[in-house]
């Protein structure tokens, strides 16, 4: 097993410290998740890693040596679109493929395959100017997975896509994970690196405020949500509880617990009053509830 090692990393513009001392590594293959709000420090993190900004402190590290095209094949997608807008697609691709090593035939057969998987494959011909800003971006993603990139970094990967580009970007993700890539992925979109990430990393104002395993993390928490949708009003039997709704819809109703004693005897008291649930769900908080009670403590 290979080892992205991040040590001490730390990065200052002017009197501004944007990244302060941030360490983790990834040391199997999975999604690490690297998040926090907009200039909490993730891009420029990615950045000193793979040496687009050299760190004022700290180190990292492919299995003990410094990150270069010639230590580790990687691919990144930035959070900034680069490709070429009046150059067609596929000699673009090509070329991409070329500046890292590749044949011209084996870049364009690699090109042509990652098309066709993530469904642009009629867009080949064509300038990438003419193509929306979601199809852009699934260019550029393919000119940084040209070359089969053993660590991959994403920086905001689903920002701008349309549900049905997400759904599919969400499909290669999870495939790149199986096949035993080591994956990077900055997002401020919780729900999105819950879905994903083994571990996480959360930055605030450049420090790390959490990291670790996710599921440990959250089963850490405890059990502290209950959903429950049921075709009769339960409004009255969670108001004589003292459970408060965090969120309500046409369909169900969720509430804050302390723990199972409080969801036992909501489902006790709906039970007495002849009130069937069709759902009954007892679950830890989410990465966004996490995230909120983290940033609300630093007030």
Aim: with cysteine; charged share 25%.
């Amino acid at each position: 097993m290979s080892v992205l090692k991040i040590e001490g990393l730390t990065k200052s513009f002017g009197e501004k410290v944007a990244v302060d001392s941030i360490s983790f590594q990834i040391d199997s293959p999975g999604v690490l998740g690297l998040i926090g709000t907009n200039g909490a420090g993730k891009t420029t993190t990615i950045r000193m890693i793979l040496g687009i900004l050299e760190s004022d402190e700290g180190s990292a590290t492919w299995d003990g040596f410094k990150i270069t095209r010639e230590s580790v094949r990687f691919g990144y997608l930035p959070e900034e679109r680069g490709i070429y807008p009046k150059t067609r697609v596929i000699d673009q691709l090509v070329y991409f493929g070329e500046l890292r090593g590749m044949t011209h035939s084996a870049a364009k057969a690699s090109a042509m395959r990652l098309m066709e998987r993530l469904d642009v494959t009629e867009y080949v011909n064509m300038t990438a100017d003419k193509l929306s800003k979601g199809n852009q971006q699934k260019i550029q993603l393919i000119a940084a997975m040209i070359h089969d990139p053993e660590l991959i970094i994403l920086d905001e990967p689903f920002s701008g896509l349309d549900p049905v580009n997400t759904e599919m970007l969400r499909e290669f993700i999870t495939e790149l994970a199986a096949n035993n890539k080591y994956i990077l992925m900055s997002s401020h979109q919780m729900a999105t690196v819950e879905e994903f990430s083994r571990d996480l990393v959360m930055l605030h104002n450049g420090k790390t405020i959490l990291q670790g395993n996710l599921k440990k993390i959250k089963a850490g928490y405890g059990h502290t949500n209950l959903v429950v949708r049921a075709d009769q009003d339960i409004r009255t039997i969670s108001e004589e509880l003292g459970l408060k709704c965090i969120r309500t819809d046409a369909q169900e109703s969720e509430y804050k617990i302390s723990g199972d004693e409080d969801a036992k005897a909501m489902l006790m008291r709906m039970t007495e009053r002849g009130v069937v649930p069709v759902r009954f769900e007892i679950r830890e908080p989410s990465l966004h509830e996490i995230f909120l009670e983290r940033m609300g403590s630093l007030k």
